[in-house]
T-cell receptor, first 114, second 114 residues
């Protein structure tokens, strides 16, 4: 089975500073990867997904992620964060190749400090 | 507007009672999911359904039951057998059975056992 690990449970960052949220995956085959965002007391919303092709994936709200096969990572980045980016971010991967269900990481809570 | 609705937003239950959480979608999606979210644990899959009148257990199905009589609806019953039901419950749907399809989430129901 495939899985992901989010190394940081909480990341505080000042407004307008850059941020990187880390995600490592475990898989020995082709992999699809997802990042979701959850604002307080709401459901999850897809930020971006990597399926194939370019390793740099651009998503909504100015976020981007880079698929790195050699480091088995899919870190999420934003060059300048805003207060409204305060939320919890989840990395996810299909449980196994071709599976319909996702394995979600434990989440990283991003807090943007004014 | 198309989307997923969950009701109620907040639910309180006495110990020993069964409660049913509603999930409705008008996206014409085939697949529907129920997740449980606890602090620091990410999302855990309770049940999922790929098609009407069919559903499968997820990782933590004990103490829960579901039905899928209509494509649009996937209610979740939390039974008295669930020993620790206080959590945030999220419903999701997906268009088909392709791994790369995006899961869309409802706004969630917060269940508290008194």
């Amino acid at each position: 089975a495939q899985s992901v690990t989010q190394l940081d449970s909480q990341v505080p960052v000042f407004e307008e500073a850059p941020v990187e949220l880390r995600c490592n995956y475990s898989s020995s085959v082709s992999v699809y990867l997802f990042w979701y965002v959850q604002y307080p007391n709401q459901g999850l919303q897809l930020l971006l997904k990597y399926l194939s092709g370019s390793t740099l994936v651009k998503g909504i709200n100015g976020f981007e992620a880079e698929f790195n096969k050699s480091q088995t990572s899919f870190h999420l980045r934003k060059p300048s964060v805003h207060i409204s980016d305060t939320a919890e971010y989840f990395c996810a991967v299909p449980l196994q190749t071709g599976a319909n269900n996702l394995f979600f990481g434990t989440g990283t809570r991003l807090t943007v400090i004014p | 507007d198309g989307g997923i609705t969950q009701s109620p937003k907040y639910l309180f239950r006495k110990e020993g009672q069964n409660v049913t959480l509603s999930c409705e979608q008008n996206l014409n999606h085939d697949a529907m999911y129920w997740y449980r979210q606890d602090p620091g644990q990410g999302l855990r899959l309770i049940y999922y359904s790929q098609i009407v009148n069919d559903f499968q257990k997820g990782d933590i199905a004990e103490g829960y039951s579901v039905s899928r009589e209509k494509k649009e609806s996937f209610p979740l019953t939390v039974t008295s057998a669930q020993k620790n039901p206080t959590a945030f419950y999220l419903c999701a749907s997906r268009r088909g059975d392709t791994t790369t399809d995006t899961q869309y989430f409802g706004p969630g129901t917060r269940l508290t056992v008194l």
